[in-house]
């Protein structure tokens, strides 16, 4: 099966992004043939600054290959690499209704955060939706309450499948992953740039123990026991504990007391090292070398464009451009 995901390059990768989404990726490469894309023109709806943009694609691209995913066995490739995506963009533009798009929750829950409700933004499923169509992918990763992403993909190839009388498109699954998490982040809410509450994987180590040491605790003596519901401490050490013993440690000390917080936040970041130590080396290495980084992201975008051209043929045809 052909599996395609993209993540924003928005920000520095943080352990959200790995527990909600990368990790998973390094699994699905295993098992299916795995495509993976930088979104830089998606970013571009929030990301307004050329440098930054710049720097933003290259450290996800990065922290992408520092955390396992594999060249020679997925596709992993700079979104803007490949034209034919908006080409694409604007064929399924032709086809696709302002209802639809008006429907989509992310535009709405974009501008209630303060973000400028551009066209780009408006039409952003449609670049979504070329996004999936165009490597003809099987299956897309979404967790359970972003569906609709994938719904208005698929109402889009149906459309355009009416409009033209030929069937171009593979019509893509959902792959709901069981076991992603929901990462707290240190003020208790979920883990987001947009909050500013995230715990990098990659920097600085003092800088990230400093941000650890930081999560929001309550006043609860040493020697009590803690409590555990909606308690951000409780759930990055069950998220980071590496073993059955280290985890049934954790229930332990919230379930007796005797350890304080103090010291459970430096556990924490000892499980922080443990399961990044090898990822941030060699993060540090492609950082050095990023003439390999971009080798391998042309390398990406040529085989993506190798699958995206017969498809493309079909379409141009298909609407009586070609």
Known sequence: MRVLSGVQPSGNPHIGNYFGAIRQFVRLQEEHECYFFLADLHALTTVQDAERLRGLVRDLATGF?????????SVIYRQSDLPEVPELTWYLSTVTSMG?????????????QGVVPSHGLFAYPVLMAADILIVKSDLVPVGRDQKQHLEVTRDIASSFHAVYGEEVFVLPDPLILADVAVVPGIDGRKMSKSYGNTIDIFGPEKAIRKKIMSVVTDSTPVEKPKPTENNALYQLLKLFAPDEAESEWVETVFREGGVGYGDMKKRLFDYYLATFGDARARYEELRGDPEEVERILADGATRARETAAPLMDQVRRAVGIR
């Not at 520092?66 to 020679?72: E, T, V």
């Open 65 to 73: 290959l520092a955390l396992g995913l594999d060249s020679k066995r």
């Open 100 to 112: 639809l798009l008006q429907r989509c929750t992310s535009f709405k829950d974009k501008v209630a």
